[in-house]
């Protein structure tokens, strides 16, 4: 294990040393010139000038891939050049907005994917099976844009159930929740009844039917945990999938978390935001793989180390 | 109950031989897949018949288009599906919107899948520094989001058409690589492939004639799957107002373009947002079939 969590580890830092390089050469790469950018319209030359010294950008580029990395292990991943102030500062205050939507996007996703995956495998071949299989193919071809619009006119503007959008209540968050977990409910509904019927069909379940017992608690006891344990153990997996749905979603109800950040960056080409944004999802995303294949053999023994 | 001693099937399916014509008689019993069949040859026929069958020229304004007020017009006998923010008629748009989309989603597909089967077969059957390092290059790309990444790509470059196409197809590549890896390297090991190099086969003939035919199944579900992410991807992009820029109308940014008015005017966005879903449902229905009866053993998330 300890040997296992080593190389894992190791592995990780590489690919991560690889992502700040890829997104090093993403930077030289803008054809706009940062310098010419912070100074503004009316600098002069000389201006222009000495802002590229201080930035360092008449380095040799090992040598700026040098600074950039030793900044970003300091935690600093640039200033943004219109709101000139630290792009880890604006990131910093937007976390917990992203963090409570992804949340929520997690417990919809879960309770959803996993009830229609459920159902449909207790209820195999049956109409209800192919409803809510068709539902879940729905569920991955839908555009999050449009899911979330669609849900803002029917229960914002028609019944008014929830706010249109906003940013502090718990009803403010169902509908952006909603929206995040409509594409992992697609996938968790097909991967949970095809784990339930592998599960429905092992000895130990024959067993404890054979012994009496009753059918809700053969399924809920002994059936259902051990078709959960392996999809849980990938919600690690689904940060990196957030990561880019949060910019939708929160540009469509205006939630002011880091994809709403990263979406007005968007609109003023304000490199460092975007950058940093993509340098902390690549750095989710590893960490999420990583947990996901820590955690998946500790629940479940059968699955082996490589 | 009989206690079973069998040894376990061989998974013959597993490399079957590509046989096109049984594979479309299969797909047609599929009530769902002959669904999204019909869904994407209809789609089809509309968008490369579009310039005939518009009713409105898509970037005409019309005299009649707004109320009074200046509002959007909803769906009427004149304006089947209502007009836009600007008095276009909201079909006319739609038409031909469908060749923007199945365009990019088609071209940016067939480049993505033919980059990642290169990559994928250069690293699995040769193997060596250069495999190990594309390998490694693929881990180190899947390790940024997908859609964040073509956000930063399409906001980077000024977005025209091709640009749009380039990016979702640098973006998606990626799995396809992975997965023709596995499969080439599972491929490479097998007895056939030892038995032709016992009998003096060079690589090239092995590889035209043994490993690619093989390879053909995966690159043809792959191939249909991946229309449905792309075409999904190019929505959002035009959505977000970085991938296809109006006045060329693609469904994306339809409703980019007219999302100010959806409370008065939710057609200007039901519309649009049904084809895309239609669009994308239909080819993950017959992808997803495709690989069942292609590859029954592998089933899973993509």
């Known amino acids: ?306 | 109950m009989s206690v079973a001693t069998a040894p376990e099937p061989v998974p013959a399916a597993r490399h079957a031989p590509f046989q096109p014509p049984g594979i479309v008689g299969q797909l047609l019993r599929r009530p769902l897949a002959l669904f999204g069949l019909v869904v994407i040859l209809a789609i089809v026929v509309l968008a490369v018949t579009a310039p005939w069958i518009v009713p409105f020229d898509p970037n005409e304004q019309t005299f009649d288009g707004l109320t009074l007020e200046g509002s959007p017009l909803a769906p009427n006998a004149r304006f089947w599906l209502g007009t836009d923010l600007l008095g276009r008629d909201l079909l006319s748009r739609l038409l031909y919107g469908a060749r923007t989309s199945l365009l990019i989603g088609i071209a940016a597909n067939g480049i993505a899948v033919a980059i990642g089967a290169f990559v994928g077969i250069v690293a699995g059957f040769f193997g060596g520094i250069v495999g190990a390092a594309l390998m490694r290059f693929t881990d180190l790309m899947m390790a940024f989001p997908a859609l964040l990444l073509a956000i930063v790509l399409a906001a980077l470059f000024h977005p025209s058409l091709w640009i749009v196409v380039l990016v979702i197809a640098m973006v998606n590549w990626v799995q396809v690589a992975r997965i023709i890896y596995t499969e080439t390297r599972s491929l490479a090991q097998r007895e056939f492939i030892e038995a032709e190099r016992g009998l003096g086969a060079g690589n090239a003939r092995i590889l035209f004639r043994h490993v690619l035919p093989h390879l053909l199944s995966t690159v043809v579900v792959w191939g249909t799957l991946g229309i449905s992410t792309t075409t999904l991807l190019e929505a959002t992009l035009s959505y977000l107002g970085i991938g296809v820029q109006p006045p060329t109308p693609s469904w994306g940014n339809i409703i980019f373009e007219n999302q100010t008015y959806f409370t008065s005017a939710p057609w200007l966005v039901f519309f649009p947002g049904l084809v895309i879903i239609l669009l994308a449902l239909s080819f993950n229905l017959v992808g997803d079939a495709l690989r069942d009866i292609l590859d029954p053993t592998q089933k899973g998330r993509h």
């Not at chain 1, 590229?52 to 950039?68: C, F, M, S």
């Not at chain 1, 207790?122 to 879940?136: E, F, K, P, T, V």
């Open chain 1, 1 to 306: 294990m300890a040997a296992y969590l080593l190389r894992r580890l190791i592995q990780a830092v590489l690919i991560l040393l690889g992502v700040s390089i890829v997104t090093f050469l993403l930077l030289f790469l803008v054809p706009a010139d940062p310098a010419r950018q912070i100074a503004g319209r009316s600098a002069t030359p000389a201006m222009v000038e000495s802002i590229r010294e201080q930035l360092g950008l008449n380095l040799p580029i090992y040598q700026q891939y040098w600074r950039y990395l030793s900044a970003l292990l300091h935690g600093d991943l640039g200033r943004s050049y219109l709101q000139r102030t630290d792009v880890s500062t604006l990131v910093w205050a937007r976390l917990p907005a992203s963090l409570l939507l992804m949340a929520g996007g997690i417990v919809c996703e879960l309770v959803l994917g996993l009830t229609m995956g459920l159902v449909a495998a207790l209820r195999r071949n049956s109409r209800l099976d192919q409803g809510l299989m068709i539902a879940s193919f729905v569920g991955v071809s839908a555009p999050q844009f449009v899911v979330g619009i669609l849900l803002l006119y029917v229960f914002a503007v028609k019944l008014n159930w929830f706010p249109i959008g906003g940013y502090g209540s718990f009803s403010q968050l169902v509908l952006p929740s909603l929206t995040l977990g409509v594409l992992g409910a697609g996938w968790y509904s097909r991967m949970m009844r095809s784990a339930m019927l592998d599960v429905l069909r092992q000895d130990y379940i024959r067993t404890a039917r054979a012994k009496g017992l009753a059918r809700l608690r053969v399924i809920f006891r002994h059936a259902v945990p051990n078709a959960i344990l392996p999809i849980v153990a990938m919600i690690g997996i689904d940060v990196g999938i957030f990561m880019s749905g949060i910019v939708v979603v929160e540009s469509v109800y205006g939630w002011p978390g880091i994809g709403q950040l990263t979406w007005q960056a968007i609109q003023r080409v304000d490199i460092p935001i975007i950058m940093g944004v993509t340098l902390i999802s690549a750095c989710a995303i590893v960490l999420g793989n990583l947990l996901a294949d820590l955690i998946a053999p500790m629940i479940d023994p059968r699955i082996k180390l490589r």
